[in-house]
């Protein structure tokens, strides 16, 4: 990360310096800039699991009497969080007609993804008893730096912007839903447990330098006020640092499957049930002997080597780059 921190740092003192010799220079104008656009993901991977989850998207058959799973059907599921809405401010200036540099904030929310999902019937049936689904997405406020140049045309101009973008915050959110139904030990087969579950979990990245390029035309429309239109591209892989469930729901109803009527009390578990290592996750690199991982399964409990720690888990990576179009003005102070 070192290089990439001194790239960064490279490339922010050189528009300091570079702004500060032109202020003298006759002609050189300040600019503001607001844009809107849309972009669609290029660099496309496979998805990070969701907790024990894989990214795949299967169909399980479960006998009912030997309990042995078959699968039916599965597929990887690939894809990347660089597809979204995206709007940015920009603060610019204009060195002379063909050279200029600028500073963008921009923010992002990316489009949902289905990163698991996973439907258990009975065999030999369409009986539901088993499904779990998780989409996942992205907002992100990044910061862009960028030099502009162009042939500094009156009422067409062309130009390309090229640098660095590196995001200020950013969060991969996933919001899991499953459902379960399972028999009731001691209880006759009519008699079963319906488990539903509702969490959302937050992932936390890593800093992180990427690039980006555009290349796009103005026209002006008053001596002011110019209207663009550009296709850029950006390349941001991002790496995850932390994870926290933030919202945890769960319901185990005791019913009837013949009358569909409760005959127990509800059984429900919070946010506040959770352990810290159930909670919350610390990834890294590698897993071994000292990795807090779990260690087995009571119902719907995961218990861990040390459940007042957090979990550890692997790294994964997202792209939140992608290949767009933007439309927006320009005001150019006199």
Known sequence: MNHRKCLLAIVLVMITLTCAKAQDR????????????????????????????PP???NIAINPVSGATTTLRQKV???????????????GY?????FSVEATFCYFHSAKNLMTRA????????????SIESHGYVNAIDFAPSIVLSPGYEKWNPYIRFGVVT???GRLYIETDAAKTSPVPGQPAIIVAQTTIHRKEEIK???TIGFQGAFGVTYTLKKQFDLFLETEYRNIPVKSKSKEITTYDEVTKIVNSTTGQEVAP???RGLDDLSVAERNTDYVTTLDQNSNTPTGTTGTVTNYKDNNKPANDLKSFINIGGLGLNLGVRFRFK
């Open 26 to 53: 006759p002609g050189s104008k300040f600019y503001l800039k607001a844009s809107g656009g849309y972009f669609f993901s290029v660099s496309n991977g496979q998805f990070p699991n969701v907790g024990p989850y």
């Open 56 to 58: 795949q998207d299967e």
């Open 77 to 91: 599921l690939t894809g990347s969080y660089g597809e979204g809405v995206r709007g940015g401010l920009s603060v």
């Open 94 to 98: 204009m060195i002379n007609k063909y």
């Open 119 to 130: 439907i258990t019937t009975i065999q030999g049936t369409n009986t539901v008893v088993g």
């Open 167 to 169: 995001p200020l915050w």
């Open 205 to 207: 990245p890593y800093p």
């Open 266 to 268: 509800q059984q429900k």
